[in-house]
């Protein structure tokens, strides 16, 4: 899938951009309060700035880094694409939902 018109290239040669608020268990930035409220900062921050995650998509981390908030190092791809990268660069990790 190629990226939304409204995101920046992937770039990894970038810094990441690690959330300053709270993290969740699994080590992903949290907005909101309360857990109806509340939902992973890396959507919060694409939604916002580039629009809506399509149904059946997810963000994959491309830097490894679970609390980066850099749209540059979020790639926009199918559930089924996120688990195999997951599986491929982190395979000691436990599962997350994105």
């Given at each position: 899938?190629?990226?939304?018109?409204?995101?920046?290239?992937?770039?990894?040669?970038?810094?990441?951009?690690?959330?300053?608020?709270e993290l969740d268990?699994?080590?992903?930035?949290?907005?909101?309060?309360?857990?109806?409220?509340?939902?992973?900062?890396?959507?919060?921050?694409?939604?916002?700035?580039?629009?809506?995650?399509?149904?059946?998509?997810?963000?994959?981390?491309?830097?490894?880094?679970?609390?980066?908030?850099?749209?540059?190092?979020?790639?926009?791809?199918?559930?089924?694409?996120?688990?195999?990268?997951?599986?491929?660069?982190?395979?000691?990790?436990?599962?997350?939902?994105?």
């Amino acid at each position: 899938m190629n990226r939304p018109p409204q995101a920046p290239p992937l770039d990894p040669t970038t810094p990441c951009r690690e959330w300053d608020g709270e993290l969740d268990r699994d080590g992903y930035g949290r907005s909101g309060s309360g857990r109806s409220h509340s939902q992973q900062a890396h959507r919060f921050v694409w939604e916002e700035e580039v629009g809506d995650i399509p149904e059946g998509m997810s963000l994959d981390h491309t830097c490894l880094n679970r609390a980066c908030v850099n749209l540059r190092h979020l790639d926009l791809v199918t559930w089924s694409e996120n688990s195999k990268r997951r599986w491929q660069n982190r395979p000691d990790k436990p599962l997350a939902a994105t």
